[in-house]
């Protein structure tokens, strides 16, 4: 029963929460709503017994994706509404009713059809985190390692686009410095 | 689910409440009484013995203090923030074992509100939340130096998750399991046993990141104290303001827990002397925090940003590469 009441809470949480998201126009209420309905999903998880990915629901989803929304809403005035255009909002409608169908649709066919089997059923006296590296590095351990090279390859990307001068300090120049610094900036240089 | 156990765990999370509330106002006191003591001071002298009533005294301000909603915040948010800064600090309490399991009136209580068996994963995660109170306070402020101050400190504790997560994979490696309880019965041997002695560069470094994750001196960026402010705090007044401070108490008490249970061997074999040894480790780290933040200035966000990146990440991650090639010969 109380499995029941959780679910039920939650679920009805989540859709409040991500409700709000879209349809606020004000960006702080989009965001906070956004973590909370993140939060509220990784109950989900800890009610059907899967901690593990409770908790890195809690770490990755809400503890770095939305930190670094957050970092992208410094760019805005935040306190003030967002105007939106809305050149044609029935085209926006239907699409998005059409869209929502589709996603339910995709993920009620296995369902109804009975096509789900649980594969990797949960062992008595394994824990919950072992079964995850257990399945991780054997069925899927190639999609595992190429999630890796690809986050590899980001992190070095994002690392040669934000690394420029990156060996000169702005708070150690003085104002001259900086000023001089823009026009006199050639892309050979830094090579010492 | 019977109704015992949810009586139980209901006491559970009304007694840590209490109590560390209560420890966060008492935490103050402390602080004040250190510092002073090591700038030749007196401290708090004047109300009761020993100014040990200027809790209560500081109490009384905050809770009858007017509640200011300055104009132009958005004001659900700038509500909410500080409620989401104690309560995460709370939430992330309920993994750890504050004390062995004890037998009282022939009922054994587990001193732990929830024994999940990823502990160690949902304790760092929820505190990682945290930042979303000094994030939303001070972007909701309508302030200029709360906003730089919110960025400043989110960016703070962003990069210091990094460190705190590389820095304790090597301890986990070694134990092989993510549950608190698991990390203490692995050094249950005692001091020879503690993963201190085995993992020194992942407890320094998880120490260092600590005092980044709790907005502590030398990391105090949080509410930078050099431009007269107090961070995202400014707009703020009364317990509103109080409850940041909980919150980084209470912060405060729950890392200094972690890190005894996982590097110094918690409570060890679980008898009496055990548990009050954790207690005098707790102490002892709580003390510590004090006591850097009368010794140490802060350190400015560039330098914090290159000692995270630049120093402490590479050694977190030739520490783990380290542990796993030990560990495979």
Excluded at chain 1, 19 to 45: C, N, W
Excluded at chain 2, 145 to 167: K, N
């Amino acid at each position: 029963m109380f499995e029941a009441i959780a679910f039920y809470l939650f679920a009805a949480l989540t859709i409040v929460m991500f409700t709000i998201t879209v349809m606020t126009s004000q960006a702080l209420y989009a965001i906070t709503a956004m973590a909370a309905g993140m939060i509220f999903i990784s109950a989900f998880f800890f009610i059907l017994g899967a901690d593990f990915l409770g908790a890195i629901q809690i770490i990755v989803y809400t503890g770095a994706v939305m930190a670094l929304y957050a970092f992208g809403m410094m760019f805005f005035d935040t306190t003030r509404d967002v105007v939106e255009k809305r050149t044609n909002p029935q085209i926006v409608f239907v699409l998005g009713v059409l869209a929502a169908i589709m996603v339910v649709a995709i993920f009620v066919a296995p369902v109804v059809s009975n096509n789900i089997q649980a594969l990797y059923p949960i062992q008595e006296n394994i824990g919950n985190s072992q079964a995850v590296g257990m399945v991780l590095f054997t069925k899927y351990l190639v999609p595992f390692e190429l999630a890796a090279v690809m986050l590899l390859v980001a992190m070095i990307g994002g690392i040669v686009l934000a690394g420029k001068k990156m060996d000169k300090s702005l708070t150690l120049m003085n104002e001259e410095d900086i000023l001089s610094m823009d026009d006199g900036f050639e892309p050979q240089e830094g090579g010492h | 689910m019977d109704v015992a156990f949810i009586i139980e765990t209901i006491a559970k999370i009304v007694v840590i409440l209490l109590v560390f509330s209560a420890l966060a106002g008492l935490g103050t006191y402390f602080e004040r009484k250190v510092l002073a003591f090591m700038q030749r001071r007196l401290g708090p002298m004047h109300v009761g013995p020993f100014g040990l009533l200027q809790v209560a005294a500081d109490g009384i301000k905050l809770f009858t203090k007017e509640d200011i909603i300055p104009q132009n915040v958005v004001k659900p948010i700038f509500k909410i923030a500080p409620v989401i800064t104690a309560a995460t600090a709370f939430m992330a309490s309920a993994a750890i074992p504050f004390w062995p399991q004890f037998t009282a009136f022939g009922y054994t209580v587990h001193p732990i509100v929830a024994d999940i068996n990823v502990g160690i994963l949902y304790v760092l995660g929820v505190m990682a939340i945290g930042l979303y109170g000094p994030l939303l306070g001070g972007m909701a402020s309508a302030n200029k130096w709360s906003l730089i101050s919110a960025a400043r400190s989110a960016a703070v504790f962003i990069s210091y998750e990094v460190i705190t997560g590389l820095s304790l994979l090597a301890p986990l490696m070694m134990v092989g399991s993510l549950s608190l309880v698991d990390i203490n019965n692995y050094q249950v041997g005692g001091i020879t046993h503690w993963i201190v002695w085995s993992q020194p560069v992942a407890f320094v470094l998880f120490w260092i990141a600590a005092f980044a994750e709790t907005g502590r001196t030398p990391f105090h960026l949080v509410a930078n104290d050099h431009e007269i402010i107090d961070g995202f705090g400014t707009e703020y007044s009364g317990m509103r303001w109080g409850l940041f401070f909980i919150g980084e108490y209470a912060n405060m008490f729950f890392i200094s827990f972690v890190i005894a249970i996982i590097f110094l061997g918690g409570f060890g074999d679980g008898t009496i002397a055990g548990a009050f040894q954790l207690l005098l480790k707790v102490a002892f780290f709580f003390f510590f925090f004090l006591w850097t933040r009368a010794a140490w200035p802060d350190v400015r966000p560039d330098q914090l940003m290159w000692l995270c990146w630049k120093v402490l990440m590479p050694i977190a991650v030739l520490n783990i590469v380290v542990t796993g090639i030990v560990m495979m010969f």
